[in-house]
């Protein structure tokens, strides 16, 4: 028989023994459960937090809010608090210190852009001791040289007052040749950050057939536009 919230003693439930014994005693069904708050109708909290459990462990990197609310239960309240929780744990978790020593480092960092069905340009700024310093998206949708503007691009490189700086972008095709516009992009990314005094160390391109980088390739100091 499903166990329900109330078949639980309630100094056994998941608010109280977080209470009593701290957070770290909690299951990932009960950790959900108080992020979740209350269940509904017909479907306690318990039961609705399962659901949600077993669609994160499917793939939480595409998580999304349409695929949440889907779940009986869940609005769009409760959807965005979960989705926030998310992101703001794996920000924190980014925070600690990272050492980048090659391309197949930042690869473990972008996995989730293998199957992204959109183009997605990524910034990850690094410390003069190859520290992440941070992650970010800067842009979502077809590259081009008018969207992909340097300026947005370094703006947060400058406040991280980071030493240096690696792009990585996705190829939903699966294609892992550079394109015309991907090298010209990139070669108007590593003038600029000559100029201003963020080294461009490297450019890597990733898709659902694995990834290419253009330092590894001897594309960052020579590229063409042809």
Do not use: C, W
């Not at 980071?162 to 992009?185: Q, R, T, W, Y």
């Amino acid at each position: 028989m499903r166990k329900k919230i109330t078949d639980i003693p309630e100094f056994d439930r998941p608010r109280e023994k977080l209470q009593k014994k701290g957070v770290k005693a909690l299951s990932d069904v009960e950790l959900l459960s108080v992020l979740i708050g209350k269940g509904v109708k017909g479907k306690d909290v318990l039961q609705i937090a399962k659901e949600v459990l077993k669609l994160a462990e499917k793939d939480i990197n595409n998580l999304t809010l349409k695929n949440l609310e889907n779940i009986e239960g869940i609005g769009l309240a409760k959807a965005s608090q979960i989705l926030a929780a998310i992101e703001f744990s794996k920000r924190i978790l980014l925070k600690e210190t990272v050492k980048i020593s090659s391309a197949a480092d930042i690869v473990k960092l972008a996995e989730d852009l293998k199957n992204k069905k959109q183009e997605y340009f990524l910034t990850f700024t690094l410390d003069g001791a190859n520290n992440l310093i941070k992650k970010r998206v800067v842009f979502i949708g077809t590259l081009n040289r008018s969207l992909v503007h340097p300026r947005e691009v370094f703006a947060d490189a400058i406040t991280d007052r980071a030493a240096s700086i690696i792009f990585v972008h996705n190829h939903p095709s699966g294609s892992l040749v550079p394109s015309k516009e991907d090298k010209l992009i990139t070669n108007r990314l590593v003038e600029v950050g000559n100029i201003i005094g963020i080294k461009v160390l490297d450019h890597i391109i990733i898709s659902k057939n694995g990834y290419l980088s253009f330092q590894a390739e001897g594309l960052i100091n020579s590229i063409e536009g042809t």
